[in-house]
């Protein structure tokens, strides 16, 4: 299984690959800076916490729906 490309189910657009280490980084790279100037500027993080765990949660259902094997 090729956990690295993104496609749509059913089109015919060849699979995208995806870099997973470079978008990980990039996503903390980008909310730690989002972190650290809600807490010089007194200002609300981009996202809150409970809509993280809840994007979690969502992602982790589409990857059982697609029969991968989620660590407890």
Do not use: W
Not at 11 to 24: F, H, N, Q, S, W
């Amino acid at each position: 299984m090729e956990l690295d490309r993104v496609f749509i189910v059913g089109a015919d657009e060849p699979a995208i690959k995806v870099d997973l280490l470079g978008r990980y980084q990039e996503c903390f790279d980008a909310a730690m800076t989002d972190f650290i100037a809600g807490l010089r500027n007194n200002t609300p993080f981009e996202t809150d916490r409970l809509d993280n765990l809840e994007t979690l949660r969502l992602m982790e259902n589409v990857y059982r729906s697609a029969g991968v094997e989620i660590a407890p």
